[in-house]
């Protein structure tokens, strides 16, 4: 089958819109319709090019130490002041965004994809493999997400892959749950008993069907977490267990911040409210897009 | 339930503790650490035994409540815990209780006036309070204190049993942090199934009665709201668990957490082990009470019986 019902119907087309042409009209669309989840795209997007651009943008090196230079204030030399070792702090932002949206994304990513497939087996075979995967997705879910990405942590040492997987287990918990959920409907649907009436075997149904459809609550899921893994990213690094100094880092940069709040409030402020922004900018852009993927949602 | 439930906890932190098994008595000791030592520790870890005689003897420990003893004062952690869960559990209920009274009547209100400016405040407030990591409020919080008002929460912990003003004073800010998005959630919550009651039919009947807008809000809309709002507040329980971890640490509160990372920095691997159980028990526990409390509130939800 090649395109869609209506676009079959159309057999001489008027006028030739190209299709990208068509996916920018959709996209203006949707950014008049969600100002809110343009204005935090743009913002996610920011984000980004300016961790990327690191190199290019910062200042100072990140891990230049100037005793001399400590707890300056913000100036024209050092943008956003400097920290209690003299490191300018400008510089450290931009450079800590790159392992503070890496972890976000890893986490995001692995613990979505793995527990989207366990889901997804387990919400497809249901019986025995379903009952002990839900009871033991159960047990991690129970478990707060911080104490097991300590424990992770704690046992495997901080490095970019380990937080990630330490950040990524909750999350898979989570992914595994909704993914099954999505799976066990899916599986009922008239499409795929037809499938399954013509011969279609399990694995035919399940890459053919059922892993398709559930790409939109995959993505929403993604979206969702990264968020929520820069947030515990940064907790961590608060707490001294994140990518261990002197690696910049967003949560690393209020390592011992609460001694330093009265006098040098730049050193705490400028951090915490990136990640603060980040960590909207990542949940409102999910929620926009989860709301452009819910065709209940489309006029 | 709780049982399976509490067994694949405790399997999952001897699992996840034993990720480098060689590695743990090499990473107390440092580089210097003699090979005999290294044994030494092991032996006393039981580390040498096999990895399932090691798993059950586990399980065994902790179901007769033995969390082992402390490498660095001997002390057995059971009691060590003890002594700091109180603070722990103050915490996470006073800011509970702060978020509720917060959030409840913020979401009735933001419903009440749908679309309206208390409405649009609301959601902004609402979606930050999600967004904001609650260390950094906690921060912010500090700052603030410290540069407008001069107040900054005393140190030395007295329960609420024996000093509740103090305990309140002490606890104020911490509580807060952690209720934030707590409350933030609930407020949501409240919010849209105050707006479904607002127009159901019974509500419309109380309008065409005369009924004042107090009365109908107290009485008729906020009464059959309460119990999703509960549901949500308790399922968020252990999310307040973790975050009184990081809470404790940025006002130096001798809670759990304070025990946790006092471990973590001097190696103290059986005591880290046995506060990552504990914890992760603790809150199933708590989840387990939250669910059998539905029950009470609601007779429709009676478990195990019949319909």
Known sequence: MRGTAAERKLDVPAERVSPSLRLLARSWREVQRRPLGAVSLATVLLLLTVSAAAPLIATHAPTDIDVYQKWRPPSSTHLLGTDSLGRDVWSRLVWGGRISLAVGFGAAFIGTTVGALIGLISGFLLGRVDLVVQRVVDGVQSIPALISALAFVYALGPSWITLSLAIGVPILAIAARVMRSTTVVLREEVYVEAARALGGSDAYVVTRHIAPNSVAPYMVLLTAHIAWAIVIEASLGFLGLGIPPPTPTWGGMLVGAQKELLFAPWTVIVPGTVITVAALAFNLAGDAIRDSFDPRLQQ | ?307
């Open chain 2, 1 to 307: 339930m709780a049982i399976p439930t509490v067994i694949i906890v405790l399997t999952f932190v001897f699992l996840v503790m034993r990720l480098l098994p060689g590695n743990v008595a090499y990473s107390i000791l440092g580089e210097a650490g003699r090979p005999e030592d290294i044994k030494l520790i092991e032996q006393r870890l039981g580390l040498d035994r096999p990895l399932v005689v090691q798993y059950l003897d586990w399980l065994r420990r902790m179901g007769t409540l033995d969390l082992g003893t402390s490498f660095v004062n001997e002390e057995p952690v059971l009691t060590q815990i003890r002594s700091r869960v109180g603070l722990t559990v103050n915490l996470a209920v006073l800011s509970s209780v702060i978020g509720l009274l917060i959030a409840v009547p913020a979401g009735l209100i933001a419903a009440f006036r749908q679309d309206r400016k208390a409405d649009y405040l609301f959601r902004v407030l609402s979606i930050l309070g999600i967004a904001i990591p609650n260390f950094y409020l906690a921060l912010l919080l500090l700052l603030a204190s410290g540069l407008w008002i001069g107040f900054v929460p005393p140190y030395v912990y007295k329960s609420p049993f024996t000093d509740p003003m103090y305990n309140l004073k002490q606890l104020i800010l911490p509580a807060l942090a952690l209720g934030a998005s707590q409350a933030a959630l609930v407020a949501r919550m409240t919010r849209s199934v105050c707006l479904d009651v607002l127009r159901s039919d019974f509500v419309r009947t109380a309008w065409a009665k005369g009924l004042s807008d107090e009365a109908i809000l107290l009485r008729h809309v906020l009464r059959p709201s309460l119990l999703p709002v509960i549901t949500v507040a308790g399922s968020q329980m252990a999310r307040m668990l973790g975050g009184a971890i990081v809470v404790e640490a940025v006002f130096n509160l001798p809670g759990l957490g304070g025990l946790l990372f006092e471990a973590i920095a001097v190696k103290d691997y059986p005591t880290v082990q046995a506060t990552i159980a504990f914890a992760a028990v603790f809150v199933v526990l708590v989840n387990l009470l939250v669910d059998l409390m539905y029950g009470l509130l609601d007779p429709r939800v009676r478990v195990g019986q019949a319909a």
